[in-house]
DNA sequence: CTTTGCACCTGTTGGC
DNA sequence: TGCCAACAGGTGCAAA
C-alpha cells in the first residue's frame, strides 16, 4: 500500500486524531514478530509514555515519546486505525491504549511490515534508518546529486529511484508515475541518464508526490486516512495499471515489462529519454 | 561493489 | 459457481 505520500498522509491523520496530549496508557502486542521480531520489551518501554509528535522519514513513521521512539514501517498492508469498541480484525498486532480510552491499532496482512524501537537521539544509528538516502521532497535531493549517484550503474533507473539508499519514498506507482512525467524509459541504464534528464526526473518525482500527499494518497484496494476517507491520487495515474490502455498525451498502447521484479508500464512514444 | 532473483506473507482477482 | 495460479503499494538477503 504505503509509499511515501501514503505513510505521510497517515501521519499528518494520527497527528490530527491524537491532538497534544495523547498519552499511552498500555500497549498489547498480539504476536512476537512480524517480518523480523518486536522488541519483547516494546510494551513496557512506551507505557505510560507521552506521544510527543510523530515524524516521517523515509516510509518509517516514528512516533516519538521521551524514554523511546516507536518505529513503523507499514510494508505492503499496514495501516493504523482508531478502533472503536468491538472492532477488532484478524491481523491486529500491535494495540496502544490511550489513556482517553481510545485504541490505536496496527493491522498488515502480510506482515512485511516492522514495528522496533529507537533510543531518541538514535535515529541516525538505527540499522534501518542508517543508510537512507535523501528524503526527495528536501533541498539535498537535486539533479546533480542523482547524477552523481547513478554513475557507473548499469541497473534500470526505474530500480534505482526506488533503492531507498539512492532516494527514499518512491515505489512501484511513483516511480512509474514520475518517470512517465520525465519522458525517461523505466529500463534505460542509470548510469547513462543526462544531467537534463536527471533535472526532469527530480522535478517529476517532487511534483508527482507533491500532488499525490495534496491528494491523500492513492487508494487501491483497502487503503485509507486516518479519518477512514480513500486518498484519490489513484485517478491521476497515467501509466500505473494502464497497461495495454492508450497513453493519454498520444493514445500509443502502453507497454508493459518487468524490471527488478516489479511490473512497469510507460509509454514508448513519450518515454524516449 | 553491483546486480539479480527470490523469499517473506495473506488476500484478491482473473482465467479456465 | 469453483478452483488455482498469478499478482499486489516493500524490503532484505544470498548468490553470481
Given at each position: 500500500m504505503p509509499e511515501l505520500p501514503e505513510v505521510e498522509t497517515v501521519r499528518r491523520g494520527l497527528v490530527a486524531v491524537l491532538g497534544?496530549?495523547?498519552?499511552?496508557?498500555?500497549?498489547?502486542?498480539?504476536r512476537a514478530d512480524?517480518?523480523?521480531?518486536i522488541p519483547p520489551d516494546l510494551p513496557r518501554r512506551l507505557r505510560g509514555q507521552p506521544i510527543l509528535g510523530i515524524r516521517r522519514r523515509a516510509k518509517y513513521l516514528l512516533w516519538?515519546?521521551?524514554?523511546?521512539?516507536?518505529?513503523?514501517?507499514?510494508?505492503?498492508?499496514g495501516t493504523w486505525r482508531v478502533a472503536a469498541p468491538g472492532d477488532d480484525r484478524d491481523h491486529d498486532h500491535c494495540l496502544l491504549e490511550l489513556t482517553d480510552g481510545r485504541r490505536l491499532v496496527y493491522r498488515d496482512p502480510r506482515r512485511f511490515g516492522c514495528l522496533d524501537l529507537v533510543s531518541p537521539g538514535a535515529e541516525t544509528a538505527h540499522p534501518r534508518l542508517r543508510d537512507?538516502?535523501?528524503?526527495?521532497l528536501a533541498v539535498d535531493f537535486t539533479a546533480a546529486y542523482l547524477h552523481a549517484a547513478t554513475r557507473g550503474r548499469r541497473a534500470p533507473i526505474k530500480t534505482l529511484i526506488m533503492d531507498q539508499?539512492?532516494?527514499v519514498g518512491v515505489g512501484n506507482i511513483y516511480a512509474a508515475e514520475a518517470l512517465f512525467?520525465?519522458?525517461?524509459?523505466?529500463?534505460?541504464?542509470a548510469g547513462r541518464i543526462s544531467l537534463a534528464a536527471c533535472t526532469r526526473l527530480v522535478a517529476a518525482i517532487r511534483t508527482v508526490l507533491e500532488a499525490a500527499i495534496a491528494a491523500g494518497g492513492s487508494t487501491i484496494s483497502d487503503f485509507r486516512q486516518a479519518?477512514?476517507?480513500?486518498?484519490y491520487f489513484q485517478h491521476d495515474f497515467r501509466v500505473y495499471g494502464r497497461a495495454g490502455q492508450a497513453c493519454?498525451?498520444?493514445?500509443?498502447?502502453?507497454?508493459?515489462?518487468?524490471?527488478?521484479?516489479?511490473?512497469?508500464?510507460?509509454?514508448?512514444?513519450?518515454?524516449r529519454g
Open positions: 497534544k496530549r495523547a498519552v499511552i496508557a498500555q500497549v498489547i502486542l498480539r512480524l517480518r523480523a521480531p516519538d515519546t521521551p524514554a523511546a521512539i516507536l518505529l513503523c514501517h507499514l510494508g505492503m498492508t537512507l538516502g535523501p528524503e526527495p539508499a539512492i532516494v512525467r520525465a519522458g525517461i524509459r523505466p529500463g534505460a541504464a479519518g477512514g476517507d480513500a486518498g493519454v498525451q498520444c493514445a500509443t498502447i502502453l507497454r508493459e515489462s518487468t524490471l527488478g521484479g516489479r511490473t512497469s508500464v510507460w509509454c514508448a512514444t513519450c518515454q
